[in-house]
């Protein structure tokens, strides 16, 4: 819905992109589909079905979200692509508004200032300029055909502020781990294992630092195609929110659904505490090669907060045993009032 509400930015680039090899072939470009008229009914139908659709499915807040990232790229972003160079800036405020959306949408409109949608929304803010400016710098002719304001398109020969933009953001980037983990919305494991993710996503870019050729750009390009998915994956095993449990007064929560995930989430991180090495050599394992729960349990009451002894950060566990208890007896509450 969202992008196909932004067609009529390609509308009116339709000049533009006929000029450029990447775009030439685009529908909108050859006719193949619709005409321009049937392009900007079919922006117009799906921008408008899509905010009644959130407005009746959502919150108010995500609905304006939703609403608002329209005009931010059909507006601001369309009029400063032919502009200016800050475009970029502005194309990856829109590409961070939607997990943000994403995280309103589950807290019914409450968790806009939660620390959890600063860090989604950072997260694909900051990762879309090594992963756009890569790409730009690949098609820096073509987009200077097309008479589009880019870093690439107004850099030097040499790439100098491709490469140090590339750079400076990939190490911004590789500070949310940390930051989730010191802040208490992630476990420790989020920021060792963002550091091997994004190790190797810093050594990318510092290798298109020093030879600025389209292949050192393409594998940045291609790094960060596989970063994203990696890093949601890990922010979601590793998050914190999934020991807290769900609110059992809630009536719009799918208590079953969010009891599958979690169980789903709980086995996939018991197979990972099986492969911590921390772990492993502290508690041991069994005759079957699986860690050994009864001394990790007694490990537990003697008032660990986690069995890995790698430890930065708070770990809440006074909180997640009190949120436990809070939700076995609002279920008892519940049975016994049925």
């Known amino acids: 819905?969202?992008?196909?509400?932004?067609?009529?930015?390609?509308?009116?680039?339709?000049?533009?992109?006929?000029?450029?090899?990447?775009?030439?072939?685009?529908?909108?470009?050859?006719?193949?589909v619709v005409g321009t008229h049937g392009a900007y009914a079919l922006a117009g139908f799906t921008g408008l079905t899509g905010g009644v659709t959130l407005y009746l499915g959502t919150d108010p807040i995500t609905t304006m979200l939703g609403v608002g990232n329209i005009a931010l790229y059909a507006g601001a972003y369309t009029f400063m692509k032919p502009r200016s160079e800050w475009n970029t800036w502005v194309g990856a405020i829109v590409g961070g508004i939607p997990p943000v959306m994403g995280y309103t949408a589950a807290t019914n409109g409450v968790g806009l200032f939660d620390i959890e949608a600063f860090l989604l929304g950072s997260t694909l803010f900051l990762w879309q300029f090594p992963h756009f400016f890569a790409l730009s710098w690949m098609h820096r002719v073509d987009y200077a055909r097309g008479g589009f304001q880019m870093v690439a398109t107004n850099d030097t020969p040499q790439g100098c502020a491709t490469a140090d933009l590339i750079t400076k953001y990939t190490y911004y980037l590789s500070a949310i781990p940390i930051v989730s983990t010191l802040a208490g919305v992630t476990?420790?494991?989020?920021?060792?294992?963002?550091?091997?993710?994004?190790?190797?996503?810093?050594?990318?870019?510092?290798?298109?630092?020093?030879?600025?050729?389209?292949?050192?750009?393409?594998?940045?390009?291609?790094?960060?195609?596989?970063?994203?998915?990696?890093?949601?994956?890990?922010?979601?095993?590793?998050?914190?929110?999934?020991?807290?449990?769900?609110?059992?007064?809630?009536?719009s929560v799918d208590t079953d659904l969010m009891d599958i995930l979690k169980k789903k989430v709980d086995e996939v991180r018991q197979k990972g505490r099986e492969l911590c090495i921390h772990e492993i050599f502290v508690f041991g394992t069994d005759k079957d090669g699986h860690l050994n729960e009864s001394t990790g349990n007694k490990s537990h009451e003697r008032g660990q907060a986690s069995k890995c002894p790698v430890m930065i950060g708070r770990e809440p566990k006074e909180k997640v045993s009190n949120d436990h208890h809070t939700a076995d007896t609002a279920k008892l509450e519940r049975s016994e009032s049925r």
């Open 187 to 251: 476990s420790t494991m989020f920021a060792i294992e963002g550091l091997f993710l994004n190790g190797y996503a810093i050594y990318v870019a510092q290798k298109f630092n020093e030879e600025r050729s389209n292949g050192s750009a393409r594998k940045v390009f291609l790094t960060s195609l596989w970063y994203l998915p990696c890093w949601m994956v890990l922010f979601l095993l590793h998050s914190k929110k999934w020991r807290e449990g769900v609110d059992e007064d809630d009536q």
């Open 1 to 32: 819905w969202f992008y196909r509400s932004h067609w009529g930015c390609h509308i009116i680039f339709e000049d533009r992109d006929a000029k450029m090899k990447r775009t030439s072939q685009r529908p909108l470009v050859t006719k193949r």
